[in-house]
């Protein structure tokens, strides 16, 4: 699978997650630079839009406004999770095809498992898609 991916800082949270990415076999697609938290997200929400990538995870300090870029580009669905079981939902109830998460609240094993659980949650539950229709 193809994921975009971008963070506006690096730690140990943000190197856990592109490790796992890599580990698990996906292909990480990132910007070119050093661009500001309002520019990745909007590079991951037109990757996931434009085809280039299946998913996309953006990470700021909160999460939140990389997850408002992308929210920018129609079509992105871009869904704050902050553990496995909010991740798993916005992919089910919500079809999210961006995920968000906080660089500095959450440790790297939670980020992994926030994830994994979300990029492992292929298809949207099918008594949902007159709800999701409705968000479009």
């Known amino acids: 699978m193809r994921v975009a991916f971008a963070t506006d800082d690096e730690n140990?949270?943000?190197r856990a997650v592109a490790r796992a990415l890599t580990?698990?076999?996906?292909?990480?697609?990132g910007p070119g630079g050093g661009e500001s938290w309002p520019d990745l997200g909007r590079f991951v929400g037109?990757?996931?839009v434009d085809g280039r990538a299946d998913y996309g995870v953006v990470m700021c300090w909160t999460g939140t406004g990389t997850a408002i870029a992308a929210n920018k580009v129609p079509g992105v669905r871009a869904a704050l999770a902050w553990d496995p079981w909010i991740a798993r939902g916005a992919r089910l109830w919500n079809d999210a095809n961006?995920?968000?998460?906080?660089?500095?609240r959450l440790a790297p094993d939670v980020a992994v498992e926030v994830l994994r659980a979300f990029l492992d949650t292929p298809e949207p539950d099918p008594d949902e898609a007159g709800n999701i229709a409705a968000i479009e």
């Open 12 to 14: 140990e949270t943000t």
């Open 23 to 29: 580990d698990d076999g996906h292909e990480v697609i």
């Open 98 to 104: 961006v995920l968000a998460m906080s660089l500095k």
């Open 46 to 48: 037109r990757a996931v």
